[in-house]
């Protein structure tokens, strides 16, 4: 009994309308041709609509439905099944499906019986078949309609099959045929040998195709295929015919005259054929060609000494045409005038000798005149064309294919056998050079076809004869380039690179329009003298790169040298290397430059003595490579992960750039929350630095910075930045250092805008996470360092986050990885911090309660249909606020329904598992952090603290400064068990090593947020393990969420060193991944 009932046609239904539909498809009897298997696991079925539509049901062992089918357009579209499926449903509930099969198989039982029985009183009598093949050409029958099949047939003695459409009909239909009084065909008893059975059956298929006017074998349907006891073989019925008799013998008549037990045989046979000489004519003649009876128009079948022959294609390409010309000349003797005496030997002896024998007459073969062939081709210049002069030499014979006046060919008495194959080659070749003729010779007037005629055809035809050139053609010949020279320097003037290039011979002028033509992948640049400069050189392309790369226009080539920024260096040096141009030559400077920013830690850069021993081995490199980057006037990215004292590093740096140089105001941007923090860290360890924090009204700010230059450092905010910067870009700071620089990912954001506005000697900035969802945020972080470095933004995206996002290539990521390699300097915990306690990581399933998962099915499918037709209707680029709002909500419903469903008084599978958690913790001697993106969940939370009598602290978007950090130094100091923090507000920037524990409530759509989170806890001055929970619901969207966190993981490890590709920003996939729960 299969489980259909009303309850299940209305979950099914994309929406109540459907299902009511598909009643009224039902009722009105628009269910036809049911079809179902024997075990009712599928069924198919036709509902009529505006057309007919078909409609397929499946099954599975328990009889619920698991999977459904329909033809018709709203079946893509919506979410849930159509009005078709419905109906079809309703057809089959209403269907007493177990009493139709018990019927069949009643009806199957006894068909069983009457067979077997039936067989038992018959049994089966054997019947000989006799196949007669009739071969009959005449002038009134094409060949291809001359062959014909007679059958005979009986048990004892046979019978011709008189009339053979009537025999197949009867056959068809089982019906009895009478022969004789001796023989009566049954088709229920009489059965033929299986060799036998073979032809019965190809006859069959003939039959059956005439029948139903198929064009298998012959187009039309009305000729007579079948007529009396003839059966008329085609040419493809033939050849089936003859491939099914194989090596059987047969019986045949050919043109009138009885053969037996013929065969077909596989191989070709020798002709006979005498050349003779007649007057002023040569005769060609073929013995026996009587015997030699094509069966086929195409000469694949030739019937020979009393056998078929199947010929080779080689065969017939060679003997068919002469034979054919034979037998239709006049005596059956093809006559060859004189003139075409060498070319009729030359081209069609020596064509057919090799499978024909050819008895020449003996004067004939004294006449022969058969020296080798050499081959000569003459090449010339006269100003832009070159000429060529072809000879073909036989001996004393100077034969030009290309000249009509051949006063040498004719050799009294003797007849010219020609090398017509190697001819026919060598011309060949030629025309591909697309040559004109004049006057007997060739010549190619167009520059593309000259280069073509040198590179590709003379190299080809030296093989086939002697090429000659003179000195003139001899000039236009290639030229390799070669004897590069170049040199890169470090000018300590200008505080630029300058390079240049040079390649011997080509002057700066040509230089430019031969780096013009490799831009347009041309082949050649041909020379002012006439020659082609190959194009194809590794050097040449190599250095047309570096162009590229440098974005140098070929006119600037005709400077002496170019001027380049000094940030290119480390590429430039890695670049030369790998690709071993060591005609580059490089200054000292240039040199020392390279190595320092790739080995900083064996510079001597005094550390102040006050930090000394503060900091660790890790952070005394990254404050050497601060300074060298700092000493070349370039930029970078302290990469560092969380908790590694990023901060400290800058502190470092900038009390040793005052010791060294004296004051001169840096400014340090952060965000809003870490202002104090800044000011607090400086005064801690570096309390020689004068900092200030510009904060307060817009008066007191600008009061503030009036007195700018008697501070070392001056920090700030971003949106404090975005509001004050028509001041800040009047001043030119020592240092510009970004805290948190994800905060300017976005390029088009005002505070991207904002602090690319600020001068500074040097740029630095700060982030544990360079990018977190594309590319483009790296670039907007380096244009802020260091403009123009990786180009502009289209180009950037261009030439690497295009390739490496969507086509996955590997090289456009090396070549990224070795740009920015030099300026960004990212070491983790894992490696620098053997100390720092393990840190493990948990991802805890939750189960949704009772009344959470209605809600949540409920809401899904509502939210998946309306997100469907919202994509129709706009596209998905304009339907990115309905699908967050969808997303939302559902994440939402996951955590706790309360959040926004009014007057709910269910439970929350994740409340429950949580304030398990949490009591057992804290029994356990933990602390623990809490974090969410969403504050009202935060207050169930505090809910559900509360009623356990849990002492919690609590910091969200809305706790000012002050309080926060009071708040996290009591935490730290022991007070409280809990700490819940909204992710977007404490997420950075803070330092609570008092907890042990982190629990992320619900997962957020990048693992870099959840981490930098995380490492509010992990970090330096943690001195227990730390335990990461993530607490994802069961089947829901959270779980596809964190399988999209999987693969954005480690991203920042895949730029900055090799590996696989990133993820880009949610795609329309991924969203359909997300709802196809």
Not at 70 to 88: F, N
Not at 180 to 198: A, I, L, Q
Not at 449 to 464: E, R, T, V
Not at 1033 to 1052: V, W
């Amino acid at each position: 009994m299969l489980n259909i009932d009303d309850k299940l046609l209305l979950e099914r239904s994309g929406n109540y309308q459907s299902y009511i539909k598909g009643k009224e498809c039902y009722y009105n009897g628009r269910v036809t041709n049911l079809r179902y298997d024997k075990d009712l696991k599928y069924f198919q079925g036709i509902v009529k609509g505006s057309k007919e539509y078909i409609v397929e049901l499946f099954f599975d062992k328990d009889n619920d439905l698991v999977s459904s089918h329909c033809t018709c357009p709203a079946y893509e579209k919506y979410s849930g099944d159509c009005k078709h499926i419905i109906a079809l449903l309703l057809y089959i509930k209403n269907l007493n499906i177990s009493n139709t099969f018990q019927k069949k198989d009643e009806e199957n039982i006894k068909n069983i019986i009457d067979y077997y029985k039936f067989n038992s009183e018959n049994q089966n009598i054997p019947v000989k078949l006799e196949l007669n093949y009739e071969f009959d050409f005449n002038d009134f029958r094409d060949i291809d309609e001359s062959s014909f099949l007679s059958l005979r047939m009986g048990e004892n003695k046979l019978y011709v099959v008189r009339n053979v459409k009537k025999f197949f009909e009867s056959l068809e239909n089982g019906e009895e045929i009478y022969f004789g009084k001796e023989f009566t065909f049954n088709p229920n008893y009489h059965v033929f040998r299986p060799e036998d059975e073979k032809v019965i059956s190809f006859l069959k298929l003939l039959y059956e195709n005439h029948t139903i006017n198929s064009t298998r074998y012959y187009g039309s349907g009305d000729q007579n295929i079948f007529k009396g006891k003839h059966i008329l073989l085609k040419p493809e019925a033939l050849k089936s015919f003859f491939k099914l008799m194989g090596g059987r013998s047969f019986n045949a008549s050919i043109m009138g005259s009885e053969y037996k037990n013929i065969k077909i045989i596989e191989k070709d046979f020798y002709l006979n054929m005498k050349l003779d000489e007649e007057g002023n004519y040569l005769t060609m003649k073929m013995d026996s060609y009587e015997n030699i009876i094509p069966l086929t128009s195409n000469g694949e079948y030739i019937f020979n000494n009393e056998h078929i022959y199947k010929i080779s294609k080689e065969w017939r390409k060679k003997i068919v045409p002469l034979y054919d010309e034979i037998i239709s000349s006049r005596n059956e003797t093809l006559k060859i005038p004189n003139k075409y005496k060498e070319d009729f030997i030359s081209e069609i002896i020596l064509s057919v000798k090799d499978v024909a024998n050819i008895d020449i007459d003996e004067k004939i073969e004294n006449s022969i005149y058969n020296p080798d062939l050499k081959a000569n081709i003459y090449l010339d210049k006269e100003s832009d064309i070159i000429i060529g002069k072809v000879n073909f030499i036989y001996g004393d014979i100077n034969i030009n294919p290309f000249s009509s006046q051949d006063s040498n060919i004719n050799k009294p008495g003797k007849i010219l056998l020609r090398d017509a194959e190697k001819e026919r080659n060598i011309l060949r070749l030629l025309e591909k050079s697309e040559f004109k003729v004049r006057d007997g010779e060739i010549y190619i007037d167009e520059e593309e076809k000259i280069f073509n005629f040198i590179f590709n055809i003379i190299p080809k035809i030296q093989n086939l004869c002697s090429v000659y050139y003179s000195e003139g053609f001899r000039n236009i010949a290639f030229k390799n380039p070669a004897n590069f020279s170049g040199s890169i320097g470090l000018n300590s003037d200008t505080d630029m690179l300058e390079f240049n290039f040079e390649l011997a011979g080509i002057s700066s002028e040509e230089l430019e329009k031969v780096f013009k033509a490799l831009k347009e992948k041309k082949k050649y640049y041909r020379l002012k003298n006439g020659s082609f400069l190959l194009l194809d050189n590794n050097e040449l392309g190599y250095m047309e790169n570096i162009l590229d790369y440098l974005d140098i226009d070929e006119k600037d080539l005709n400077r002496e040298t170019l001027s380049i920024p000094k940030y290119r260096a480390a590429y430039l040096n890695n670049y030369l290397k790998e690709k071993k141009l060591n005609f580059i030559e490089k200054n000292m400077d240039f040199q020392n430059l390279v190595e320092d920013i790739n080995k900083p830690e064996d510079i001597e850069y005094e550390i102040p003595i006050e930090l000394d021993n503060i900091l660790r081995d890790y952070q005394k490199f990254g404050f050497k490579w601060l300074k060298t980057l700092s000493r070349y006037g370039l930029g970078g990215i302290l990469a560092d992960d969380m908790g590694l004292g990023k901060t400290l590093q800058i502190i470092t740096f900038l009390l040793s750039e005052k010791n060294e140089k004296g004051r001169w105001p840096s400014l340090v941007i952060a965000p809003t929350s870490v202002l104090y923090n800044w000011e607090a860290e400086i005064k801690r360890f570096a309390p020689s630095l004068k900092a200030i924090v510009v904060s307060g009204d817009k008066d007191e700010r600008k009061n503030l910075l009036k007195d700018i230059e008697d501070y070392d450092v001056i920090i700030t905010s971003y949106p404090l930045i975005r509001n004050d910067i028509a001041e800040y870009k009047e001043i030119t700071f020592r240092h510009c250092i970004l805290d948190e620089a994800q905060y300017i990912k976005n390029p088009k954001s005002l505070s991207a805008r904002s602090v690319k506005k600020i001068k500074a000697k040097n740029y630095f900035a700060l982030t544990g996470t360079p990018m977190e969802n594309s590319l483009t945020e790296l670039w907007s972080i380096f244009d802020y360092l260091m403009p123009g470095y990786l180009l502009s933004n289209g180009k950037f995206i261009e030439k690497y986050e295009k390739p490496i996002i969507k086509e996955q290539d590997e090289n456009a990521l090396k070549d990224l990885n070795l740009h920015i390699r030099p300026f960004i300097l990212r070491r983790l915990k894992k490696d620098v911090l053997k100390e720092l306690p393990d840190k493990i990581e948990q991802k805890v399933v939750v189960e949704l309660t009772n009344e959470q998962k209605k809600i949540y099915l409920a809401y899904l499918q509502a939210i998946k249909g309306e997100i469907e037709e919202e994509i129709i209707a706009k596209g998905f680029g304009k339907s990115q606020i309905k699908i967050l709002a969808g997303l939302t909500r559902l994440r939402q419903i996951c955590c706790h329904p309360g959040m926004f469903v009014e007057n709910y008084r269910g439970k929350s599978g994740k409340i429950n598992s949580l304030e398990e958690i949490v009591k057992d913790a804290i029994e356990g001697g933990h602390r623990i952090l809490l974090f969410s993106q969403f504050t009202s969940m935060l207050n169930i939370v505090q809910d559900m603290l509360e009623k356990n009598h849990i002492e919690y602290m609590y910091l969200d978007g809305s706790t000012n400064i002050e309080d926060r950090g009071r708040r996290v130094k009591a935490f730290n100091n022991g007070e409280g068990n809990v700490f819940l923090i909204s992710l977007k507000a404490g997420g950075t920037g803070l330092n609570l090593t008092g907890a042990d524990m982190v629990i992320h409530i619900d997962p957020w759509w990048n693992p870099a947020v959840e981490e930098q989170a995380t490492d509010r806890a992990y970090r330096i001055g943690q001195k227990n393990t730390v335990q990461v929970m993530k607490l994802i619901t069961k089947g829901t969207i959270e779980e596809k969420i964190f399988e999209l966190q999987e693969r954005k993981k480690e991203m920042i490890d895949k730029v900055i060193t090799e590996g696989e590709t990133l993820v880009s920003k949610l795609s329309e996939d991924e969203i359909k991944y997300l709802f196809s729960i």
